[in-house]
């Protein structure tokens, strides 16, 4: 075929379109939920956490979680009167049934629990080499299971270990923030059952929320900060052996 | 100045033909919400989103359950909600006559969190449930909605 000037030039626009076509895409949100509205966080309140893995159950039925993986789970701390930087960290089955009980000998005891950090600057995501994970625009760190090769980049690069590679459907997986709930204006599973309100779901985008205020008057601290992850999930009274 | 182009003009073809195959093919193999909010498929969010939720939330349960409500008010069981204990039940919320909540074995439920532990916060409230009741299920003396027991004696003696 020859190509005249007059061919290029109908060719150049329906290579044009064929490019608006790839590019726009059918937006699919939940009905009556503003994407760009929030800014999804968490608050942890150490002092209030009883470890009685209410909410490592609660997640693992409201997500399908398979048995042995978590997409939240305690730890329990003890620290040893002066080992600040030595402390002796458990999680049986992820704290799901609770812990044994244990002799208080005179060191400090206490429950972190842990889950995705929502990293706003996420090294899990920039790893993925198909895009398949993301930072959805209300804060929310998801994975596309559809797109999700298994590779595990992201799963060896979280800095905190909550990512793992779900053993049903060969893709990583992690916590969504319950994301199918609090676009429908519900709280996340674990905040949902905690029993002492150490968990709590926020919005930083809500002026409304209590968590401005919360934030303004407590000493709270993210995990690995020195990482500069940008993590959304606040520590309240996190001891200094918490890593 | 254009004669003797044939060789180039072929090479543009060729060209033209590769990047218009290129583009083709991309459109049929990228999902079309791909790019839409970032490099991630726009419609995975959606997807995610549109999982069916299987705790209905205590706001579910209280628009039904007021006489609860109300005897929750009364006690310090009243910030703990309804799943927390009685598990998820958004199938009930969606069907209430048919799917029906089990029974709760108060004797490993109420232990779960009130079973003594030295790393619990120490103002929590925590029994070492052997000594404490030896094998009775808590319900046995309290209530589980309002847990305080309040009799005759502790009233009148006015001790701590």
Same mark, same amino acid.
């Given at each position: 075929?020859?190509?005249t000037?007059?061919? +290029? ?31 999804w966080a ?9 470890? &009685?893995?209410? &909410?490592?159950r609660?997640?693992a ?8 993986? $978590? ?5 329990? $701390? ?14 049986p089955?992820?704290?799901k049934?609770? @812990?044994p ?8 005891n @206490?429950?972190?629990?842990?889950? &995705? ?8 995501t920039q #790893?993925?080499? #198909? ?15 559809? $797109?999700c090769?298994?590779c595990?980049y ?9 990512? @793992? ?9 992690? &916590?969504? +923030?319950c ?16 029993p ?8 930083l ?8 205020? @919360? ?10 900060? $020195? ?7 606040f ?9 | 100045?254009?004669?003797?182009i ?13 990047? /218009? ?10 999902p ?9 498929r !726009? *419609? *995975? ?10 705790f209905?939330g205590h706001e579910t ?12 008010k /009364? !006690? ?12 998820? /039940? ?12 089990k029974?709760?074995?108060? %004797?490993? /439920?109420?232990?779960?969190? =009130?079973? %003594? ?5 120490? !103002? ?7 000594? =404490?009741?030896g !094998? ?25």
């Amino acid at each position: 075929m020859e190509i005249t000037r007059r061919r +290029l030039l109908v060719l150049l626009p329906a290579a044009a379109v064929a490019w608006k076509y790839v590019l726009a895409g059918t937006p699919e949100g939940a009905p009556n939920y503003e994407l760009t509205k929030h800014w999804w966080a968490m608050l942890i309140d150490i002092p209030k956490c009883i470890g &009685c893995g209410s &909410c490592v159950r609660a997640c693992a039925e409201e997500n399908d979680v398979p048995e042995g993986y $978590y997409r939240t789970w305690i730890e329990r $701390y003890h620290v040893a009167d002066w080992k600040i930087e030595r402390p002796e960290v458990e999680s049986p089955d992820g704290g799901k049934y609770g @812990f044994p009980p244990h002799a208080d000998d005179g060191g400090k005891n @206490f429950f972190v629990p842990k889950l &995705c950090n929502h990293c706003a600057d996420s090294p899990c995501t920039q #790893v993925c080499p #198909v895009g398949a994970t993301f930072i959805s625009p209300d804060g929310v760190v998801l994975v596309d299971k559809s $797109y999700c090769l298994g590779c595990r980049y992201c799963i060896q690069a979280c800095p905190y270990g909550c990512r @793992f590679l779900n053993p049903k459907t060969n893709t990583a997986d992690k &916590c969504t +923030l319950c994301y199918h709930r609090i676009t429908k204006g519900l709280t996340t599973a674990c905040c949902e059952v905690c029993p002492t309100g150490a968990r709590q779901l926020a919005d930083l985008k809500n002026p409304k929320d209590p968590i401005h205020e @919360f934030l303004k008057t407590h000493a709270v601290q993210i995990l690995k900060p $020195y990482m500069a992850t940008g993590a959304k999930v606040f520590y309240n009274g996190m001891d200094g052996s918490v890593r | 100045m254009f004669k003797n182009i044939e060789h180039l003009v072929r090479l543009a073809v060729v060209m033209m033909i590769g990047v /218009l195959g290129f583009v083709i093919l991309r459109a049929a193999v990228v999902p079309h919400s791909f790019g839409q909010y970032g490099h991630y498929r !726009g *419609a *995975a969010i959606g997807e995610i989103a549109s999982r069916p939720v299987a705790f209905a939330g205590h706001e579910t349960c209280e628009a039904c359950h007021t006489d609860v409500v109300e005897q929750k008010k /009364l !006690g310090k069981h009243v910030v703990v909600s309804c799943e927390a204990c009685h598990g998820a /039940l958004a199938k009930h919320a969606d069907d209430p006559s048919s799917v029906l909540p089990k029974k709760l074995d108060t %004797a490993i /439920l109420c232990a779960r969190c =009130h079973e %003594a532990n030295g790393a619990k916060p120490k !103002g929590f409230p925590q029994v070492a449930t052997a000594e =404490h009741s030896g !094998g009775l299920a808590c319900d046995t003396c309290h209530q589980p909605h309002h847990p305080k027991i309040e009799t005759a004696e502790i009233k009148t003696e006015g001790k701590k």
